[in-house]
């Protein structure tokens, strides 16, 4: 196993040059890329690592937006959030993802820590759910146990549009529970949960079957294909001998027309996976979720049986991104492979949030702005100390007020003022400190006017008042 995680000598190291363009492309418009060469090795800027990357102040509304909604879905439909480690023993993974996986073979950040212990940066969370499932004894719960959880995952893959080395997932996981109404549900729920942030989707569903039935169709498949060896592309011709089903996957274009005439799973399925699988469809009518069946739809986790299914973006499904929103199913092996009670069912789905953000962008979601009341203009030392205490008395009450105490001119304070878009300045100077007033500037007409300190918040508040029925919008906070 070590030999296979040294990343450094893994062979998809390189990217070809549209990768890279897309890669490149998915840069934040405002990062300025400063003259690097010009300086000697040692004085360079330390870079990011391909495949990483910041999330910078100007993305985090839209990574807010659908925070607050997964929050606000997983509340609703009863799921409990739980954190898990980003390291794990690599074997957790090797056990469950599957030795003749991608992500094992080729993806893992895989390394012995200082004790000698062999460790991973997660590549998923299914995994790691399902092993805080069974060392917290969560089988002693009433079931199902519905957990969520927000957080990175590490794949060490080519990095383009939508792919990253460290990359977010949303995921549910529902365990203890084979009902196939479960299966519909978490795709019911993915499917609003989406449609919230404005994103309209459409699942990609199959079902493996069980372990047994799915061994039946692999040396079907492996046999079918053995017999067009010839026409294979190279990576093919690997799986033929490693993992059959994986040739479903292949995007090489020698091997479609040889797919569409591939024997399909949902022919070899056992009776009550096929009723299983009816059921969760029924389901799905039911509840008008958009779904197409494919029937090549493998995925690349190995814990997975019955129901499989892939988030796309509707009218994406494949041809644009060839990237999917989420994915996920039943997984009623993983537990017990985990030393847990035999038999525990188990079905789950994750999204990944980076590319549910592009998608969001591509729809134009609307966005929060959050829109400033005041800004605070000060002048002298006195002004500044004051303004210290003003300032908490704002926020206290529910007014958003910017300042600039680092700043001394009044100029530079006020054309912060304007850049901020605040509708009023709160100017204090060293005479209104004395007199105990504040002069408040209607930013838009340059009407000043000198009231009491003391009274400041009150009157701000019944201008904001007037202000907002006057342009018919609302005010963010509560009227004094
Ligand atoms: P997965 O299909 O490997 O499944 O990943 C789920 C989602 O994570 C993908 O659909 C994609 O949106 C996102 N994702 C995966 N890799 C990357 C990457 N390199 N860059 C950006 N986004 C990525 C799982 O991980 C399963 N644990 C899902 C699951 C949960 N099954 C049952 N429960």
């Not at 294979?232 to 020698?254: F, G, H, I, V």
């Not at 779904?291 to 739809?297: A, G, K, N, Q």
Request: aromatic share 8%; net charge neutral; hydrophobic share 40%.
């Amino acid at each position: 196993m070590g030999k296979k995680n040294q990343l450094a000598a893994s062979p998809k190291a390189k990217a070809t040059v549209s990768s890279e363009e897309a890669w490149e492309e998915e840069k934040p418009k405002t990062v300025v890329v400063p003259p690097v060469v010009s300086l000697p090795k040692g004085k360079r800027p330390p870079e990011l690592l391909r495949g990483f990357r910041d999330i910078l102040p100007e993305e985090q509304p839209s990574w807010q937006v659908l925070r607050n909604a997964v929050r606000e879905m997983a509340e609703a439909y009863g799921f409990e959030r739980i954190d898990l480690p980003i390291l794990e023993h690599e074997e957790l993974f090797v056990r469950t993802v599957g030795k003749q996986t991608d992500i094992i073979e080729k993806e893992m950040y895989a390394f012995e820590d200082q004790g000698g212990e062999r460790v991973v940066l997660r590549p998923e969370m299914t995994a790691s759910a399902a092993r805080a499932y069974v060392n917290h004894g969560m089988l002693n719960l009433p079931q199902p146990v519905k957990l969520y959880y927000v957080g990175p995952n590490f794949r060490y893959e080519r990095p383009q549009a939508g792919r990253y080395r460290q990359h977010y997932q949303i995921g549910f996981e529902v365990f203890g529970s084979g009902e196939s109404v479960m299966d519909a549900q978490l795709m019911v729920m993915v499917f609003h949960l989406l449609k919230s942030v404005g994103v309209e989707t459409v699942m990609r569903v199959n079902s493996i079957g069980t372990p047994a039935a799915r061994q039946t169709y692999r040396t079907e498949l492996a046999s079918y294909y053995r017999s067009h060896r010839s026409v294979l592309c190279e990576d093919c011709k690997r799986r033929l001998l490693k993992n059959p089903l994986r040739m479903l996957d292949c995007k090489a274009e020698t091997c479609q027309p040889l797919k569409e005439e591939a024997p399909q799973m949902l022919d070899w399925l056992d009776e009550d996976s096929k009723t299983h699988f009816m059921q969760v469809l029924e389901f799905l009518d039911e509840a008008s979720v958009s779904y197409t069946l494919d029937p090549y739809l493998v995925r690349g986790l190995d814990y997975y049986n019955r129901t499989v299914f892939e988030v796309w973006s509707a009218g994406d499904q494949g041809e644009r991104s060839q990237s999917s929103l989420g994915g996920g199913g039943r997984y009623d092996g993983l537990v017990e492979l985990l030393g847990g009670r035999e038999g525990t069912p188990g079905c789950g789905v994750a999204l990944g949030m980076e590319r549910v953000i592009l998608a969001m962008r591509e729809v134009q979601a609307p966005l929060p702005v959050r829109k400033i009341d005041a800004f605070f203009a000060q002048l002298g030392d006195a002004a500044r100390r004051q303004g210290l205490r003003l300032f908490e008395e704002c926020r206290q009450s529910g007014l958003v007020v910017r300042e600039a105490f680092g700043k001394s001119a009044l100029k530079a304070q006020l054309e912060l003022a304007a850049k901020q878009e605040a509708p009023y300045a709160l100017i204090l100077g060293q005479k209104e400190v004395m007199d105990g007033t504040i002069i408040i500037r209607d930013m838009e007409s340059g009407a000043q006017e000198i009231v009491n300190a003391g009274r400041v918040v009150s009157i701000l508040k019944k201008k904001l008042e007037t202000r907002s029925i006057g342009t018919g919008k609302a005010v963010s906070h509560t009227a004094a």
